[in-house]
């Protein structure tokens, strides 16, 4: 069983974070690179600018949002980076970082959901 789960990159680190990927394509402002204990930061996870900027324009809903980012996903380089944290998530917890104010509905969310099916 895949143990992925969703946090805010400025929230401290916990004991039960396993392995922690940042999954922003730009580094967070305000946390120091240490001190958000990041294993991994796989940039080819993140959604595309252009889908970034359309949704943060609020020119659409959460749900095309999504399904235009798993379809980003499906790309060679990105579905390479899926499989890589999949395997992360297979030998044990992952913990998906993101800057964002609302993880629920970002492309973390959307990207644990994929992992944890």
Known sequence: MTSVRVRRVYE??????????????????GPAKDAARVDEWPKALTPSTELRRWYHADEGPFDEFRERYEAELTAPEAAGAVQRVRELAGAGPVTLLTASKQPELSHAEVLARLLSD
């Open 12 to 29: 401290p680190p916990e004991r039960g974070d396993g392995v922690r990927v940042l999954v922003d394509r730009l580094w967070p402002r």
